[in-house]
């Protein structure tokens, strides 16, 4: 089976920029989230996705909007970037919503930098 | 109010013995999911066991094991003979679900040190 793939690995922007982050869901997978981990602390969820609609959404403010596609693959976008948005962004799928007992499937994090 | 504490930053054991991370949680929900994940310095993050809220007995995979006392609102991971390779973070997390829908949250981590 195919596991989470993120897009890009790296990237580096300026302050006020806008960014896209993109990340394919585990094959049979229907529900996504995103969490910004800063260095040296816990993933900090953001929010999650199923079945096309934002179900859950953690305290982060508006300019970080998301999208799911009817292949459960996601997108995260966050605009007017500040400084404090320099971070690894991780995308977790996971089987089924509303199974307590899905774990979570990583990929490999996007370090973003904001200069 | 933190949802999920691990009140170890760091710790270190010797090769081949065993080492318990501390993690306490905080819910009302009568319904939910307790998980250990692993994430090496490569930084991807490796689901290691579950507990769930209802299950009887203590969880365990492997050489992990999962102490649920209830009551007390923890849920600490035990690691039997321990390899250099464990050296990681580790994240306790807490699945639950609400009006705005299920979300899994989790700790501030514990950092391992595995000496040889």
């Known amino acids: 089976e195919t596991g989470v793939t993120q897009s890009p690995t790296h990237l580096i922007k300026t302050r006020g920029q806008q960014v896209t982050l993109r990340c394919s869901s585990q094959s049979g997978h229907n529900t996504v989230s995103w969490y910004q981990q800063a260095l040296g602390q816990g993933p900090q969820f953001i929010f999650q996705?199923?079945?096309?609609?934002?179900?859950g959404r953690g305290n982060f403010p508006p300019r970080f909007s998301g999208l799911q596609f009817p292949n459960y693959s996601s997108e995260l976008n966050v605009n007017a970037l500040e400084l404090d948005d320099s971070a690894l962004y991780l995308c977790?799928?996971?089987?089924?919503?509303?199974?307590?007992?899905?774990?979570?499937?990583f990929g490999n994090g996007t370090r973003l930098t904001v200069t | 109010a933190q949802k999920i504490t691990q009140t170890q930053p760091g710790m270190f054991v010797q090769e081949k013995e065993a080492v318990t991370l501390d993690c306490t949680y905080d819910?009302?929900?009568?319904?939910?999911?307790l998980f250990w994940y692993k994430q090496p310095s490569s930084g991807e993050m490796i689901f290691l066991i579950y507990q769930g809220s209802y299950d009887q007995q203590n969880a365990t995979e492997g050489r992990y094991s999962l102490n649920f006392q209830k009551a007390r609102k923890s849920a600490n991971l035990v690691i039997s003979a321990s390899q250099l390779g464990d050296s990681a973070m580790y994240f306790c997390a807490m699945r639950e679900g609400d009006t705005g829908g299920f979300k899994t949250i989790f700790g501030a981590g514990t950092r391992l040190f595995v000496k040889a």
């Open positions: 819910t009302s929900d009568p319904s939910y999911g």
């Open positions: 996705y199923y079945r096309e609609e934002e179900n």
């Open positions: 977790a799928s996971s089987l089924e919503m509303e199974n307590y007992n899905s774990p979570l499937h």
